[in-house]
């Protein structure tokens, strides 16, 4: 992580194309989480906060 904003994570390293909305994860031992999602266009990434994963579960009850 080179920098970490109320709602976005900025990182360094190689970003393959078409990874657009891959989930980014904090790996710690056997624990693995969804910190993020990658943004298109550059090395950042949409924290998932309360608001944010809101978000994510409205939007799959939605769904169905």
Same mark, same amino acid.
């Given at each position: ?7 976005? =994570?900025?990182?360094? *390293?190689?970003? /393959? ?5 891959? #989930? +980014? ?6 624990? %693995?989480?969804?910190?993020? =999602?990658?943004?298109? *266009?550059?090395? /950042? ?5 309360? #608001? +944010? ?6 939007? %799959?009850?939605?769904?169905?």
């Amino acid at each position: 992580v080179a920098a970490l904003n109320p709602g976005e =994570i900025l990182y360094s *390293g190689a970003v /393959s194309g078409g990874t657009t909305g891959a #989930p +980014v994860w904090l790996v710690g031992g056997d624990t %693995r989480v969804v910190v993020g =999602i990658h943004a298109g *266009g550059g090395d /950042s990434a949409v924290r998932v906060t309360r #608001p +944010v994963l809101d978000d994510l579960l409205a939007w %799959r009850r939605e769904a169905g």
